[in-house]
């Protein structure tokens, strides 16, 4: 298939134009570099050093023999999106796109501006340049599990049958989210399923929980292939600060409770499931929603599993909790559904100790570079 990764240069793009490569589809990374800009600004740079996409896809054709096409162009501005779908008339475009960052969405005014101008117009691009230039092409979409928040209820998978005085009706499951990023994608969602609707689009949004992770096939023939790394408040995950915060062997920083719970998943599954979703296209006309992650985890249980992990690679560490600067419930009711793409073939790579203590081994061999007061928080919710 012909497949643009849109945000090829990104955590999860780099491995997924990668694994898609390997796999003998013709794929396009594009990226304008946002989140390398920004963690600059913010300091918050990666662990690892990333080389550019450009030398990325060179290095990874000399070890596979397999050609990722680079594009660095910014999706929020149609006329550099609009010529790239006219020349590769794509089969299916990954749109990773965004700003991802929530603490980052909630810094400032601007921060809150580049975020919603960047991804509403990014994805509304998308969608034109599906309608103008290939319309049967397959949008994956990837969503968050944070679009639902952590409401009182069970979470279903994207859409909820509703009785109301006497009749009934199938709507999107109502998504109330925690910060301005986590809005800005449910306000994509809403824009996908309005086209959809009027355009008989061809949509997946995967609803994907945070990822963890490093290892991945084709990442693993280079340190040079791995993908970003971030480990600091703005950029980094949970798993990542405290992955960090065990090898420079200052305590776990659990924000108030830790009874923050979500549904976490590896690096591998995140590949496999943008595969399965590939591989099983949806019909004109449809928004198939999917929830992506494999284990649902307090904050407390992960720092209990890396504090465990630590100790068998020779690291003691010690647990503290800090006042939380999110607002967000620390003690809540949560259970998501999660079995679309387990019944498309989905086989969960679980975070066992095993992954873990890989992962500590990896941050170590950087330990050199570890800046331990980027890993505290710096911006608050109010
Ligand atoms: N990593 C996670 O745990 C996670 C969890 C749930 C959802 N997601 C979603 O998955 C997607 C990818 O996340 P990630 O962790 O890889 O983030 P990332 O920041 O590493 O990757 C996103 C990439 O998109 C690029 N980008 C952003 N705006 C762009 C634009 N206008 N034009 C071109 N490129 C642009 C960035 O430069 C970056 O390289 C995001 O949409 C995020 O919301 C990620």
């Known amino acids: 298939m012909r497949i643009i990764v849109l945000g090829g240069d990104g955590y999860l793009g780099w491995p997924t134009a990668m694994a898609l490569a390997h796999r003998g589809h013709e794929v396009w990374a594009l990226d304008n570099y946002l989140r390398r800009n920004l963690a600059r600004e ?64 909630m810094m400032s005014f601007d921060a809150a501006r580049v975020t919603l101008n960047n991804n509403l117009n990014a994805t509304l691009n998308v969608i034109w340049g599906v309608v103008q230039h290939s319309p049967a092409c397959h949008i994956i979409k990837l969503g968050t599990m944070g679009e639902y928040g952590t409401p009182n209820i069970d979470i279903e998978e994207g859409w909820i049958d509703i009785e109301h005085k006497g009749r009934k009706d199938r709507f999107l499951f109502p998504r109330q989210a925690g910060s301005l990023y986590h809005t800005t994608k449910i306000l994509d969602t809403d824009l996908l399923w309005f086209y959809v609707r009027l355009y008989g689009l061809r949509v997946t949004d995967l609803m994907q929980g945070p990822v963890y992770g490093l290892a991945t096939e084709a990442a693993d023939q280079d340190d040079r292939l791995a993908p970003n790394f971030h480990y600091d408040d703005i950029f980094g995950t949970v798993v990542n600060r405290f992955l960090v915060q065990a090898v420079a062997g200052v305590p776990l920083t659990v924000y108030g409770k830790g009874g923050q ?122």
Not at 337 to 354: C, I, Q, R, S, W
Request: with cysteine.
């Open 42 to 105: 913010t300091c918050s740079e990666a662990l690892m050093q990333n080389p550019n996409l450009h030398d990325r896809a060179d290095l990874f054709a000399s070890l596979s023999g397999r050609k990722i096409e680079v594009e660095i162009a910014d999706c929020a501005d149609y006329r550099q999106l609009s010529p790239i779908f006219a020349k590769v008339r794509p089969e299916a475009v990954i749109h990773y796109a965004e700003q991802p960052s929530a603490p980052y969405s």
């Open 261 to 382: 719970t979500r549904g976490y998943l590896n690096l591998k599954d995140t590949l496999q499931c943008v595969e399965l979703a590939l591989n099983n296209p949806v019909e004109a006309g449809v928004l198939r929603v999917l929830n992506q992650f494999t284990e649902q985890l307090t904050v407390t249980e992960i720092a209990e599993k890396v504090r465990r992990a630590a100790g068998q690679a020779g690291l003691e560490v010690k647990v503290e909790s800090i006042p939380n600067p999110r607002k967000e419930k620390e003690e809540h009711y949560y259970n998501a559904k999660h079995h679309g793409l387990v019944e498309l073939g989905l086989k969960p790579h679980l975070m066992t100790d095993e992954v873990l203590v890989d992962m500590l081994e990896r941050v170590a061999k950087h330990s050199g570079q570890i800046d331990a007061r980027k890993v505290l928080p710096r911006v608050r919710w109010n």
